[in-house]
């Protein structure tokens, strides 16, 4: 059984900035992809940004500039600094992950519980 656990949500004001983490646990061989969605209210779930083991991006267009996702493969943990928020990044931002828990085994996907961020204006 294979956990992620977000952090770093919160109530904050336009222009200032929040630190999302979200660490994996449990039996894990290697993470392939990790990466970061959102959904706000009446709105489909959106990808964020994500990171691949070798450290690949890729972003929203909404965000490029703004956020910026990392990752420190010796702790299965992934982040994401997200700075200059806007009201409209208003959502509940989601961890996600894709596995392994052998070598050359089947792939898995695990999202986390996810973290809400409030931007006022």
């Known amino acids: 059984q294979v956990q992620l656990v977000e952090s770093g949500g919160g109530l904050v004001q336009a222009g200032e900035s929040v630190r999302l983490s979200c660490a994996a646990s449990?039996?894990?061989?290697?993470?392939?992809?990790m990466g970061w969605y959102r959904q706000a209210p009446g709105k489909q779930r959106e990808l964020v940004a994500r990171?691949?083991?070798?450290?690949?991006?890729n972003y929203a267009d909404s965000v490029k500039g703004r956020f910026t996702i990392s990752r420190e493969n010796a702790k299965n943990t992934a982040y994401l600094q997200m700075n200059s928020l806007k009201p409209e990044d208003t959502a509940v931002y989601y961890c996600?992950?894709?596995?392994?828990?052998?070598?050359?085994?089947?792939?898995?996907?695990?999202w986390g519980q996810g973290t809400q961020v409030t931007v006022s204006s």
């Open positions: 449990g039996s894990i061989f290697s993470i392939n992809d």
């Open positions: 996600n992950a894709e596995y392994m828990t052998v070598p050359r085994g089947s792939k898995y996907n695990v």
């Open positions: 990171i691949t083991n070798t450290g690949n991006t």
